[in-house]
Each structure stands twice: as structure tokens, then as C-alpha cells.
């Protein structure tokens, strides 16, 4: 298992290569540069020109991206323009926020959507279904940037009882109050990103225990006269768990584009809004970096996937 | 005239592992068969699950890649692709599956799935496509308002006889047909195999006709082959098989075919523990030490068993001695 | 334990389903007894009612979307009566039932030991050691060659006939009386079918079990049945002993499905063809003799307007009186034929 899971990273190689390229090359292909607008609106022209050049952005791409990856190995993502900071510290400090939220957001979506599923499969074509599976539909139809305004709209500026932007209070002090606070700017946008989330795993799981409920071998289960409550217990909620535990790793990339939006409209400063403002000031250093990240962390996902199926499923073994 | 000539054909299906997952075994599902179909016949490979009878079917469709040896059609290796290319082989050989909801797609019609080879190979105009997919239905036995339904709405026997109009819709020299009745109940499958016999009669269609069911094959085959562990173990005419089985593996398919005669049934069951025990007891008087059946030895000229060429001609003239008694 | 008593007496039991909000009826006034140390074989073409008739005795079927009439009287208690609580102190306790296909019928994510003792969970008291062993000696008892290897495997890693054979062992942990095996071979190789067939039969002998066999293979019925139900459209169309149904079957049905049959003797010849279809559950006529649109040259004076049985020897019973009239259109011979 072990060797395999090592070639699987092994093979993540040439992909993470070709995918860094691909976004050196479209990062560059964007119009604009790092410098106009952003030193002083009345900077001369000729200054521009001296920092594209010291900064060694007339240089071919390729020449570029060989400067970049040489430094990459030393640990070095470069310089951001915008903030002037390294890119590495600059990141650190954003992935801490955006793993917080992603964290929390995961927890309350499998929270919400497991209990939902499992009822709404069990009680199919009922009352608690059709509520169930309205939901689901309703929050499928509307896009996600719609659901985060409106919800921060109503819990936000209307009933008051969340904070709106940022990720932990000004005035906060001592570890207790840092972690509250800090809990407290994360909950608005983790339940919003939770309901959006809950959608997919809802509706997969609902079908996963109807299947199942319809099984042979849960047929079998009930001539061994196994009670029906027992046979949820051992036999299908266990089946149709399985290829939700599988899917958890996949679910990092939903997090990791769900907090691109959730980010921006919270103005939480997390790497998904640091992503979108790197765009708009053509911070090519810190993009192809925050890219590169993405990239890694949503193949790393599929392979987490894969290993979890492997574990929970004895008919699937990675020798 | 034989229509198609398998020599020594295999087909092995690697087995990937280790750190650079490259090729380290292989799993032989064929391994070096030969026989000769010829035109007009229906020829019938005999085999339990795992024999690889379903791997040599499509070997001779061309949907699976051979290892090695060749199958000849008109002269041609038609193993490669740009043989069956030239000859049209496509054209001239179908295939009927057991499937037939799975092997027909759910979202066409029948007039298209019918029409759907001779669009490949005819370019006829639109009326004609039609007036011929309405013959092919009608060949089956089927209404022209089948036209524009779905395969969900047949029952299995109608789906496999669309099966068989969409397989001679080209007018092919050989179909080969796997499994193809038995998904099917009793009657229906009397049914289906009917039209198969008068489609035979009408254009002299071959077939390979591959089955587990060792009572419908007798039905169906003049000369049948029984395939055990990706070999041959016994070729012959049906007589040869059914009356005269020399190979411990045929004679334990033969006796495990439950009879209808329920007044033998005891003598029937125990004829059938006794092959069973030789069968058990004498592996290595009937396979090689690797377990798997030996070459073919001819014991007549239509007649071949694997067996060591001493064993085989011994075995050959006590059953004759035998018949000579009876 | 008296070998003729009837254990399972099946009175007048219809089963419906819904379908688009109408019930209609799978099987309908089904009467039929159980003998212990028998195997009574229920034989019919897919559609016949056969399975729905198994799942029936087992209360197998969802309330809400099934209508079941009549009387199961088992061993005293009428099953139908039962709720599902109660339904489940005879299914796996003194009912076991064999399902068709092996793989789909195991819980592939569980090892064979635990689907056998979950059986033995609920109906008996062993401890957890008693169970383990009883597990082994079953694994044996149904011919598995390496009980404590395989009680620790899980159902991929198993052939189908071995397969087959756990699930036999998990029907008969409990000694059931009653084995219902719903086609426990068709899944299979010939070769493994007879053996299958075999461990049956030696189960039957030893637990003095009534095994209600279900299959559409007269070839299986011939070799294991001691007696002979033969379903047509949800109605049971002719029942007797194996022989009499093999060597002087009555009903035309019964008589055209052996016919169809591929003999040895007529490899030149076309198979005969029962004409016609069978009619779905929704245009099931509900009078007049079901088979009589597939024997339209038949008169129509020759069916009952009811049909009921008749006895035609003791034990030998055939629904309608048009078996007294039927002939083979393409054979001249009329009424009864001795094989």
C-alpha cells in the first residue's frame, strides 16, 4: 500500500509541472502589469519600465519560470509586489485562516448532511423527505454567492448576530477570547458554506440507502429475521456510508472553491481572498504560488479519497 | 470449405503490479486453441464460467487483442486490424450477446439499432433502410410498429430477437453467439432458437454458437468443442460427444446435465458421483502437471481428445469395443 | 416429527401489488401443503408468481405497497396474521430461505462468519465461542473444504458455488423445518449446481427439513423433486408426485413446456413454441381459463368458465377440464398421451 501510495505521489509530479506552466503562462498572458496604478497613478512610465526590467519581467517566460522554479526549490516563492512581503509568509498566515474555516465548514456540513440523508433515504417518498429533498433543491438552485449575500444580509446586517467581516475581533484578548472571536467571525460563513456543501452528500447518500434498502443482501438480513432497526444499524447505514467516507477527499476541492467566494463576500482574510485581490493587482507571484497550493492540495485530495475507499472497503485493496 | 481456421490461438491478460506497475504475470484465459468452422455449420464451444469461451468469441469478432497464433478468414490473419479492414470482416461476422437490454442502447430506437450496421457498411437510401429494417423484423417475427419503440418496452425474447434481426441485418457469412438464450425462459428460448435455425437455413449463415447449456448445444451444433481452463479438451461431432465422450472433463458435464427421466434419476446420480470421483482421483492421468489439458491426439478422423496419444487410443477402442456390445 | 403431517398449509393466498395506484394480483388463491422430508418443487416461467409466492410465506413484501389475502398456516400459527416482530421469530429460526444469486445476496462488506452468526444473533443463546464453532461445523456441514479460513473471508474473495454454500449455511443454522431455496442453482455451472443440489438434498435428509424448491429448470425439478407444483400466470396449473408430473403430465401448459423442451432425439427438428405471450399483471383476464388464449385451437367449451382443480389420480391434481380435450396442433393424438 505503501509503494503505491508513493508512485501515486511519484505520478503528482509531471501533473503539478505541466499544471505550474499552464498557470505561469495564462498569469502572464493576463493584460496589465504588477506596477501601473498601484506605486502612484502619476508614477512615470519610464520607472514602470526600470521595475518590469530589474524585476526581470521582460525576460522570456521560460526564463521566468526557470528563475521561479529554481528559487521555488529553495524555498523561496518570491516577493509579492502588492504587499511587499515574501509570498511564503504571506500565505502561511492566509492558509491558517482558510483552514480554519474549510475545517469548520467540513464539520458542520457532514454534521447536517449524514443525519439528512440517512432520513430522508429511510422515509423515502414521506413527509420528512419531500421537506429533505426541497432543501436540497432549492439550495442546489441558487447559486452560492447569492445564498452567502442574502445570509449575510439577514445574520449579519439585519438580525446582528454575526460579524460581518474579518476573522477575529480588534479588541480581543488573552487565548480564550483570541479562540472565541476567532469562532465567532468563522461560524456565519462555515453554516452558509455547510448548507451549500450539504446539497450533493444529502442527495448521494439518499440514494446510497435506498439502494441499498432494496438490496439482495438486505433481503437476506430480513429472512435471517434480523429486525428492522438492526438492519439500518449493521447493514445499510454502514453500506451507504462508505462511499461518503470516500468522498472526503474530494471534498477538500469543493472547501477550497467555496472559499474563494465565501472569502471575498466576508472579506475574511483567508487565501481565497488573497487569491482574488492577487488577480486583480496581477500579483503573479503570489498566483502561480496560490495555484500551484490549490493544485497540489486537490490531488492530494483524490489520493486521500482513494486511500479512505481502499480502508473502508475490503473489495477495493491498493496492494 | 471452412469459413474460419483458429490455429494455436491465446489470449493472456496481463496481471499489473510492483512499484512501477509493470506487467509481472500474465493469466493465460486463452491458451493455444485450434479449430476449423465450416460454412453453413453451427459449431458449438462448450465451457463452464472462467473456460474462456466468451474470450475466444470475441477474439473472433476482432473485439478482443489476441496474444498470439491467428484466426483465418479467407486466407487473411484477420487478428489484425488492417485485414479485417480490407475484407470487410466486420460486415461479414456479428455477434448476438446474452444480454440483450445491456447489449442494446437504451436511448435508441429499434428502427436504429437495426439500421444501425447497415449504416456503417451499405449507405442505402432512406427508404430502402427502412423497407429493409422491416424485413429484418419481419424475419424475426416482430411488427413493424417495433419501429420506433425502445428495448426497455420487449420482453427478453423479442430483445434477443432484435438481437438477431440487427446481427444479420448485413447479411454476414458468420455470427457468433454468446450465450444467447440463456437469459430466457423455456418457451422463449425454443422460440429464439428456431429463428436462429431458419436464418441459417435461409442465407447459410455459420455460427459459433457458445453455451454452458450442453442440452441446447446438442440441439443446435454439428460439431462442438469443450474448452476447459483456456484448452481444448475434446473436439468431435456431436455423436462423438454426447455418445462417445473419451475426455474425464466432458463425460463430468455430460453427467451433470440433470435429466428428465425421473425414473433413473438414482441410477442417473450415481453415474454421475462415479465420473465425479475419477474425475477427483485421476487429475494427472487426465492434465499435465500444471494442471492444464494436454495437445489434441486425433482418435478418428473427426474426433480428437487431449490426452497422451497411448492413453487416448486405448480409451478410443474400449468405447468402441463398448458400442460393439451394447 | 411425523413425516407425512402437512407443516405448511398454504390456504387460498393471493398476493397484489400496487401499480400505479391499483392492486393486482401476482398470485392468486394459491392452496398448497408441505410435507416434512420432502422437496416440493414450484416450477414456472419467469412471471408465473413463483418468487412472489417464496417471498410471500417469508413476509418478505412492504405492507404499503402489497395486499395479501388468504392463510399460511404454519405449524399452527397463521403467518399472515403475524406483525413483523412476530414475523421474525420464524424467518431464520424455523424458515430459512436461499436466494437465487450468491454474490448480491452477501453483504460484501462484512466477513462470512459475521453474516452466518448474525442468524444465530437473534434466535439463539450461544455465547460467542459456541457461535464460532457452530459457524465452522455449518461452513463443514454445507462442504466447504476450509471452514476457518473461509468464515474469515468476505464474499469476493469466494467462488460462486462456495458462495452459494454460505448462504445454504446461514438458511439452515438454526435447523429450520422449512427451506425455501428460490433458484438456488441458476447462477451456476452445471457441475456446481449438482453439487449444490446434492447438499440440499443431504440437508433435507438430515434435518428431516420440507424444502420448497423454486426453479424454472425441469431438468432440476426431475432430478431432486419429490413433488410438483407447476405455476402459470399467479395460479397453480397442475401439482402431483415428480413421476406424474414427468411421465403423465395433464395440463397443456405442462405438457407444452416439456415439449419445448431440447430433446435428445429431434436435434433436426424445429423446438415446439407455446404461442402467445403471457398477459401482464394489469391485463390478467380475472375469469375463464388463463392459458386458453395460447391454445386458441382448442374449443372454448372445453374450459371451465371457473376453472378449478381435478383430481386425475391420487395426490395428481390439474386445473380446468380443457386437459381432456388438448392435443398438439401438429400431432394427431387427442387427450391424454402416456409418455
Same mark, same amino acid.
Not at chain 1, 38 to 49: C, F, G, L, R, V
Not at chain 2, 203 to 223: A, E, K, P, T, W
Not at chain 2, 276 to 298: C, I, N, R, S
Given at each position: 500500500m505503501?509503494?503505491?501510495i508513493l508512485?501515486?505521489i511519484?505520478?503528482?509530479?509531471p501533473?503539478v509541472i505541466?499544471l505550474?506552466?499552464?498557470?505561469?503562462?495564462l498569469?502572464?498572458?493576463?493584460?496589465?502589469?504588477?506596477?501601473t496604478?498601484?506605486i502612484?497613478?502619476?508614477?512615470?512610465?519610464a520607472?514602470?519600465?526600470h521595475?518590469?526590467?530589474i524585476?526581470?519581467?521582460?525576460?522570456?517566460?521560460?526564463?521566468q519560470y526557470?528563475n521561479?522554479?529554481?528559487?521555488?526549490?529553495?524555498g523561496?516563492?518570491?516577493?509579492s509586489?502588492?504587499?511587499?512581503?515574501?509570498?511564503?509568509r504571506?500565505?502561511?498566515?492566509?492558509a491558517?485562516?482558510?483552514l480554519?474555516?474549510a475545517?469548520?465548514?467540513?464539520?458542520l456540513?457532514y454534521?447536517? +448532511?449524514l443525519?439528512?440523508g440517512?432520513?430522508?433515504g429511510?422515509h423515502?417518498g414521506?413527509?420528512?423527505?419531500?421537506?429533505?429533498?426541497?432543501?436540497?433543491?432549492?439550495?442546489?438552485?441558487?447559486p452560492?454567492?447569492?445564498i452567502l449575500?442574502?445570509g449575510?444580509?439577514v445574520?449579519?446586517?439585519?438580525?446582528?448576530w454575526?460579524p460581518?467581516?474579518?476573522?477575529?475581533?480588534?479588541?480581543?484578548n488573552g487565548?480564550?477570547?483570541?479562540?472565541g472571536s476567532r469562532?465567532?467571525h468563522?461560524?456565519?460563513?462555515?453554516?452558509l458554506?455547510?448548507?451549500?456543501?450539504t446539497?450533493?452528500?444529502?442527495?448521494?447518500?439518499?440514494?446510497?440507502v435506498i439502494d441499498a434498502k432494496?438490496?439482495d443482501?438486505v433481503r437476506?438480513?430480513?429472512?435471517?429475521?434480523?429486525?428492522?432497526?438492526?438492519?439500518?444499524r449493521?447493514?445499510?447505514f454502514?453500506?451507504?456510508l462508505?462511499?461518503?467516507?470516500?468522498f +472526503?477527499?474530494?471534498?477538500?476541492?469543493?472547501?477550497?472553491n467555496g472559499?474563494i467566494?465565501t472569502?471575498?463576500?466576508f472579506?475574511?482574510?483567508g487565501?481565497?481572498l488573497?487569491f482574488?485581490?492577487s488577480?486583480?493587482?496581477?500579483?503573479y507571484?503570489?498566483?502561480?504560488a496560490?495555484?500551484?497550493i490549490?493544485?497540489?492540495?486537490?490531488?492530494?485530495?483524490?489520493l486521500?479519497s482513494?486511500i479512505i475507499?481502499s480502508v473502508?472497503?475490503?473489495r477495493?485493496?491498493?496492494? | 470449405m471452412n469459413?474460419i481456421?483458429?490455429?494455436?490461438?491465446?489470449v493472456?491478460?496481463?496481471?499489473?503490479?510492483?512499484?512501477?506497475?509493470?506487467?509481472?504475470d500474465e493469466?493465460?484465459?486463452?491458451?493455444?486453441?485450434s479449430f476449423n468452422i465450416r460454412?453453413?455449420e453451427?459449431?458449438?464451444?462448450?465451457g463452464?464460467?472462467?473456460?474462456g469461451k466468451s474470450t475466444?468469441?470475441k477474439?473472433?469478432?476482432?473485439?478482443?487483442?489476441v496474444?498470439?497464433?491467428?484466426i483465418l478468414?479467407?486466407?487473411?490473419?484477420?487478428?489484425?486490424?488492417?485485414?479485417?479492414?480490407?475484407?470487410?470482416y466486420?460486415?461479414?461476422v456479428?455477434?448476438?450477446?446474452q444480454?440483450s437490454l445491456?447489449s442494446?442502447?437504451?436511448?435508441k430506437r429499434?428502427? =436504429?439499432?437495426?439500421?444501425?450496421?447497415?449504416r456503417?457498411?451499405e449507405?442505402?437510401? #432512406?427508404?430502402d433502410?427502412k423497407l429493409?429494417?422491416l424485413?429484418?423484423?419481419?424475419?424475426?417475427?416482430?411488427?413493424? =410498429? @417495433?419501429l420506433y #419503440?425502445?428495448?426497455h418496452?420487449f420482453s427478453?425474447?423479442?430483445?434477443q430477437r432484435?438481437?438477431v434481426a440487427?446481427a444479420?441485418a448485413?447479411h454476414?457469412?458468420?455470427?457468433?453467439?454468446?450465450e444467447p438464450?440463456s437469459?430466457?425462459?423455456l418457451s422463449v428460448?425454443?422460440?429464439?432458437?428456431?429463428?436462429?435455425?431458419r436464418?441459417?437455413?435461409?442465407?447459410?449463415?455459420?455460427?459459433?454458437?457458445i453455451?454452458?447449456?450442453?442440452g441446447?448445444?446438442r440441439h443446435?451444433?454439428?460439431?462442438i468443442?469443450?474448452?476447459?481452463?483456456?484448452r481444448?479438451?475434446?473436439i468431435g461431432?456431436?455423436?462423438?460427444?454426447?455418445?462417445?465422450?473419451?475426455?474425464?472433463?466432458?463425460?463430468?458435464?455430460?453427467a451433470?446435465?440433470?435429466?428428465?427421466n425421473v425414473?433413473?434419476?438414482?441410477?442417473?446420480r450415481?453415474?454421475?458421483l462415479a465420473?465425479e470421483?475419477?474425475?477427483?482421483d485421476?487429475q494427472?492421468?487426465?492434465?499435465?502437471?500444471d494442471g492444464? @489439458?494436454?495437445?489434441l491426439? @486425433?482418435?478418428?478422423?473427426?474426433?480428437?481428445?487431449a490426452?497422451?496419444e497411448k492413453?487416448?487410443?486405448?480409451?478410443?477402442?474400449?468405447e468402441t469395443?463398448r458400442e460393439?456390445?451394447? | 416429527?411425523t413425516?407425512t403431517?402437512?407443516f405448511?398449509?398454504i390456504?387460498?393466498?393471493?398476493t397484489?401489488?400496487?401499480i400505479?395506484?391499483?392492486f393486482?394480483?401476482?398470485?392468486?388463491?394459491?392452496?398448497l401443503?408441505?410435507? %416434512?422430508?420432502?422437496i416440493?418443487a414450484?416450477?414456472?416461467e419467469?412471471g408465473?408468481?413463483?418468487?412472489?409466492?417464496?417471498?410471500?410465506?417469508m413476509g418478505?413484501?412492504?405492507?404499503?405497497e402489497?395486499?395479501?389475502s388468504?392463510?399460511?398456516?404454519?405449524?399452527?400459527?397463521?403467518?399472515?396474521?403475524?406483525d413483523?416482530?412476530?414475523?421474525?421469530?420464524?424467518r431464520g429460526?424455523?424458515?430459512?430461505?436461499?436466494?437465487?444469486?450468491p /454474490?448480491?445476496?452477501?453483504?460484501p462488506?462484512?466477513?462470512?462468519?459475521?453474516?452466518?452468526?448474525?442468524v444465530?444473533?437473534?434466535?439463539t443463546?450461544?455465547s460467542?465461542?459456541?457461535? %464460532?464453532h457452530?459457524v465452522?461445523e455449518?461452513?463443514?456441514?454445507v462442504g466447504?473444504?476450509?471452514?476457518?479460513r473461509?468464515a474469515?473471508q468476505f464474499?469476493?474473495? /469466494?467462488s460462486?458455488g462456495?458462495?452459494?454454500?454460505?448462504i445454504i449455511?446461514?438458511?439452515i443454522?438454526?435447523? !429450520?423445518?422449512?427451506?425455501?431455496?428460490d433458484?438456488p442453482t441458476?447462477?451456476l455451472?452445471?457441475?456446481?449446481?449438482?453439487q449444490?443440489?446434492?447438499?440440499l438434498?443431504?440437508?433435507q435428509?438430515?434435518?428431516?427439513?420440507?424444502i420448497?424448491?423454486?426453479?424454472h429448470?425441469?431438468?432440476v425439478?426431475a432430478e431432486?423433486?419429490?413433488r410438483?407444483?407447476?405455476?402459470?400466470?399467479g395460479?397453480i396449473?397442475?401439482q402431483g408426485?415428480?413421476?406424474?408430473?414427468?411421465?403423465q403430465?395433464?395440463h !397443456?401448459y405442462?405438457?407444452?413446456?416439456?415439449r419445448?423442451?431440447?430433446?435428445?432425439?429431434?436435434?433436426?427438428?424445429?423446438?415446439?413454441?407455446?404461442?402467445g405471450n403471457?398477459?401482464s399483471?394489469?391485463?390478467?383476464?380475472?375469469?375463464?381459463?388463463?392459458?386458453?388464449?395460447r391454445?386458441?385451437w382448442?374449443?372454448?367449451d372445453? %374450459?371451465?368458465?371457473?376453472?378449478t382443480?381435478?383430481?386425475?389420480?391420487?395426490? %395428481?391434481e390439474?386445473?380446468?377440464?380443457c386437459?381432456?380435450h388438448f392435443?398438439?396442433?401438429?400431432?394427431?393424438?387427442k387427450?391424454r398421451?402416456?409418455?
Amino acid at each position: 500500500m505503501w509503494k503505491t501510495i508513493l508512485r501515486r505521489i511519484l505520478i503528482m509530479i509531471p501533473e503539478v509541472i505541466i499544471l505550474s506552466i499552464l498557470v505561469f503562462l495564462l498569469a502572464k498572458a493576463m493584460p496589465g502589469d504588477p506596477f501601473t496604478g498601484s506605486i502612484n497613478p502619476k508614477a512615470d512610465p519610464a520607472q514602470i519600465h526600470h521595475l518590469m526590467k530589474i524585476n526581470g519581467l521582460y525576460d522570456p517566460w521560460y526564463q521566468q519560470y526557470w528563475n521561479w522554479v529554481v528559487h521555488l526549490f529553495h524555498g523561496n516563492l518570491g516577493q509579492s509586489y502588492q504587499y511587499q512581503e515574501p509570498v511564503t509568509r504571506l500565505i502561511a498566515g492566509r492558509a491558517t485562516n482558510t483552514l480554519w474555516l474549510a475545517l469548520v465548514t467540513m464539520v458542520l456540513t457532514y454534521a447536517m +448532511a449524514l443525519p439528512m440523508g440517512v432520513f430522508a433515504g429511510r422515509h423515502e417518498g414521506k413527509l420528512p423527505d419531500t421537506v429533505i429533498r426541497v432543501y436540497t433543491y432549492v439550495t442546489y438552485c441558487i447559486p452560492f454567492f447569492v445564498i452567502l449575500v442574502l445570509g449575510i444580509w439577514v445574520f449579519g446586517y439585519v438580525l446582528g448576530w454575526f460579524p460581518t467581516t474579518g476573522s477575529i475581533a480588534t479588541d480581543a484578548n488573552g487565548w480564550l477570547q483570541t479562540i472565541g472571536s476567532r469562532f465567532y467571525h468563522i461560524l456565519l460563513p462555515a453554516i452558509l458554506g455547510a448548507l451549500f456543501g450539504t446539497v450533493n452528500i444529502v442527495q448521494y447518500l439518499r440514494s446510497e440507502v435506498i439502494d441499498a434498502k432494496h438490496s439482495d443482501y438486505v433481503r437476506t438480513a430480513r429472512a435471517k429475521g434480523v429486525p428492522s432497526k438492526d438492519i439500518y444499524r449493521h447493514h445499510i447505514f454502514r453500506n451507504s456510508l462508505l462511499p461518503i467516507a470516500a468522498f +472526503a477527499g474530494y471534498s477538500i476541492t469543493g472547501l477550497l472553491n467555496g472559499s474563494i467566494f465565501t472569502e471575498t463576500v466576508f472579506s475574511y482574510p483567508g487565501m481565497g481572498l488573497l487569491f482574488i485581490n492577487s488577480i486583480s493587482y496581477r500579483d503573479y507571484t503570489v498566483i502561480t504560488a496560490l495555484v500551484l497550493i490549490y493544485g497540489i492540495l486537490n490531488l492530494l485530495g483524490t489520493l486521500l479519497s482513494d486511500i479512505i475507499l481502499s480502508v473502508v472497503d475490503p473489495r477495493i485493496r491498493i496492494e | 470449405m471452412n469459413i474460419i481456421e483458429i490455429k494455436n490461438l491465446k489470449v493472456h491478460y496481463p496481471i499489473r503490479s510492483g512499484f512501477w506497475n509493470r506487467i509481472t504475470d500474465e493469466v493465460p484465459a486463452v491458451d493455444g486453441i485450434s479449430f476449423n468452422i465450416r460454412a453453413g455449420e453451427t459449431y458449438g464451444l462448450v465451457g463452464e464460467s472462467g473456460s474462456g469461451k466468451s474470450t475466444t468469441g470475441k477474439s473472433v469478432v476482432g473485439l478482443e487483442k489476441v496474444t498470439s497464433g491467428s484466426i483465418l478468414y479467407k486466407g487473411k490473419d484477420i487478428t489484425k486490424k488492417e485485414n479485417r479492414r480490407r475484407l470487410d470482416y466486420n460486415r461479414d461476422v456479428q455477434m448476438i450477446f446474452q444480454d440483450s437490454l445491456s447489449s442494446l442502447n437504451p436511448r435508441k430506437r429499434i428502427e =436504429d439499432i437495426i439500421a444501425e450496421p447497415l449504416r456503417n457498411f451499405e449507405h442505402l437510401s #432512406k427508404e430502402d433502410e427502412k423497407l429493409r429494417v422491416l424485413q429484418l423484423l419481419d424475419i424475426v417475427g416482430l411488427d413493424a =410498429d @417495433a419501429l420506433y #419503440k425502445y428495448p426497455h418496452q420487449f420482453s427478453g425474447g423479442q430483445r434477443q430477437r432484435i438481437g438477431v434481426a440487427r446481427a444479420v441485418a448485413t447479411h454476414p457469412k458468420l455470427i457468433v453467439a454468446d450465450e444467447p438464450v440463456s437469459a430466457l425462459d423455456l418457451s422463449v428460448q425454443a422460440q429464439v432458437l428456431n429463428f436462429m435455425k431458419r436464418i441459417q437455413r435461409d442465407f447459410g449463415i455459420s455460427y459459433l454458437f457458445i453455451s454452458h447449456d450442453l442440452g441446447v448445444v446438442r440441439h443446435m451444433c454439428q460439431n462442438i468443442a469443450i474448452m476447459n481452463r483456456g484448452r481444448l479438451v475434446e473436439i468431435g461431432t456431436r455423436d462423438d460427444i454426447y455418445n462417445h465422450p473419451l475426455h474425464i472433463y466432458t463425460k463430468r458435464l455430460l453427467a451433470a446435465i440433470p435429466e428428465t427421466n425421473v425414473d433413473q434419476r438414482a441410477a442417473h446420480r450415481a453415474s454421475r458421483l462415479a465420473v465425479e470421483q475419477v474425475y477427483q482421483d485421476e487429475q494427472a492421468t487426465y492434465y499435465d502437471h500444471d494442471g492444464k @489439458a494436454f495437445p489434441l491426439v @486425433a482418435v478418428s478422423p473427426t474426433h480428437s481428445v487431449a490426452l497422451p496419444e497411448k492413453l487416448a487410443q486405448q480409451l478410443a477402442q474400449a468405447e468402441t469395443k463398448r458400442e460393439a456390445q451394447a | 416429527m411425523t413425516n407425512t403431517s402437512d407443516f405448511l398449509d398454504i390456504k387460498d393466498v393471493s398476493t397484489a401489488f400496487k401499480i400505479d395506484g391499483h392492486f393486482y394480483d401476482a398470485i392468486s388463491h394459491i392452496n398448497l401443503q408441505v410435507h %416434512h422430508d420432502e422437496i416440493l418443487a414450484i416450477v414456472g416461467e419467469s412471471g408465473c408468481g413463483k418468487s412472489t409466492l417464496a417471498t410471500t410465506i417469508m413476509g418478505l413484501h412492504d405492507p404499503h405497497e402489497t395486499r395479501i389475502s388468504g392463510e399460511i398456516d404454519f405449524e399452527g400459527t397463521n403467518l399472515l396474521a403475524l406483525d413483523d416482530a412476530g414475523f421474525n421469530r420464524f424467518r431464520g429460526a424455523k424458515i430459512g430461505m436461499i436466494f437465487q444469486d450468491p /454474490l448480491s445476496a452477501l453483504n460484501p462488506l462484512k466477513r462470512i462468519d459475521d453474516q452466518i452468526s448474525e442468524v444465530l444473533d437473534y434466535h439463539t443463546t450461544l455465547s460467542s465461542d459456541e457461535k %464460532h464453532h457452530r459457524v465452522l461445523e455449518l461452513l463443514d456441514q454445507v462442504g466447504i473444504v476450509n471452514p476457518a479460513r473461509t468464515a474469515r473471508q468476505f464474499p469476493h474473495e /469466494l467462488s460462486g458455488g462456495m458462495r452459494q454454500r454460505v448462504i445454504i449455511a446461514i438458511a439452515i443454522a438454526c435447523k !429450520p423445518d422449512l427451506i425455501i431455496a428460490d433458484e438456488p442453482t441458476t447462477a451456476l455451472d452445471v457441475t456446481i449446481q449438482a453439487q449444490i443440489l446434492d447438499v440440499l438434498r443431504a440437508i433435507q435428509k438430515e434435518n428431516h427439513a420440507g424444502i420448497i424448491l423454486i426453479t424454472h429448470d425441469l431438468g432440476v425439478v426431475a432430478e431432486t423433486a419429490d413433488r410438483v407444483a407447476v405455476m402459470y400466470a399467479g395460479q397453480i396449473v397442475e401439482q402431483g408426485s415428480a413421476e406424474q408430473i414427468f411421465n403423465q403430465p395433464q395440463h !397443456p401448459y405442462t405438457r407444452s413446456l416439456l415439449r419445448s423442451m431440447p430433446q435428445r432425439d429431434d436435434e433436426n427438428d424445429d423446438l415446439y413454441v407455446i404461442r402467445g405471450n403471457v398477459p401482464s399483471l394489469q391485463k390478467m383476464p380475472q375469469t375463464g381459463d388463463r392459458f386458453a388464449p395460447r391454445i386458441p385451437w382448442i374449443p372454448a367449451d372445453a %374450459h371451465e368458465a371457473q376453472p378449478t382443480m381435478h383430481q386425475v389420480a391420487p395426490g %395428481h391434481e390439474v386445473r380446468c377440464t380443457c386437459y381432456q380435450h388438448f392435443y398438439f396442433p401438429d400431432r394427431t393424438t387427442k387427450g391424454r398421451v402416456a409418455k
